[in-house]
């Protein structure tokens, strides 16, 4: 794995995910909603609208390489696809019983509830845009290409540890917005995902195996929370 920036660009590209979109906008947001009716209605708007500027930027700084790994992904489609298609059940199958016990003690995942909130509240565009675009470019490029990819030659083991843990608590966070830190435990059911997210990145080193992974996955999720809210009448 090539690292395809300096550092000095990958810290920037982390402080706009990090401090600027995950903590700075919506914090202003918060402010600006309560002092300004146009925030409060349209607060949902301005945050897809910062997600979709911070794409473009990891896009436009990343673009080079992203097209070349997906490049040669196509130049092998039917074989890179099966991959990534197993990766994808073997992950289902060690969630089976992560998530079964999750459930049997009473632990919810926030994270998908709040996704499946957007659905509810008319945010399907927000949910997709979340779950199939800004998720699978940004997330991988953060995780997999930038912090796995820079520890990874000091430290195999620290990279996978860094990236899986990070990967994982940031899926849990909605956990602590909601009142109920218990449900921080449903970061287990992230952790397969992870592992596997950052071993096709390892073994293949092409950005285009995480990002299609992430991709099938999140997919898979948005359809199933759709069918579930038809089937429940929401």
């Given amino acids: 794995m090539k690292l395809q920036n300096s550092r000095k660009t ?46 473009l930027i990891f896009f436009g700084v990343k673009r080079k390489m992203l097209r070349e790994d997906f490049s040669k992904f196509r130049e092998r489609l039917g074989k890179n696809l099966r991959v990534v298609i197993l990766a994808q059940l073997i992950i289902f199958l060690c969630n089976i019983p992560i998530n079964l016990t999750l459930l ?7 994270n998908q509830n709040m996704l499946g909130g957007l659905a509810e509240g008319g945010y399907l565009w927000f ?13 991988e490029l953060v995780f997999r290409n930038i912090l796995f990819n820079r520890i990874y030659g000091k430290s195999p083991v620290l990279a996978y540890l860094v990236s899986i843990l990070s990967f994982s608590l940031l899926h849990g966070a909605a956990a602590l917005r909601s009142g109920k830190p218990k449900d921080m435990l449903a970061i287990l059911s992230y952790v397969p995902l992870a592992f596997f997210l950052c071993r096709l990145y390892a073994t293949r080193k092409s950005m285009a195996f995480p990002i299609a992974l992430h991709f099938l996955n999140n997919s898979i999720a948005v359809v199933l929370l759709l069918l579930l809210k038809s089937a429940a009448g929401v």
């Fill in 104 to 110: 049997h003690f009473g632990i919810q995942n926030q």
């Fill in 127 to 139: 949910l997709v845009f979340l779950a199939l675009f800004f998720a699978p470019v940004v997330e």
């Fill in 10 to 55: 990958d810290l920037l590209l982390l402080a706009v995910y990090f401090f600027l979109y995950l903590l700075l906008i919506p914090v202003l947001l918060a402010f600006a909603a309560e002092s300004s009716a146009f925030f409060e209605k349209n607060s949902m708007a301005v945050y897809g609208l910062s997600g979709l500027l911070t794409l």
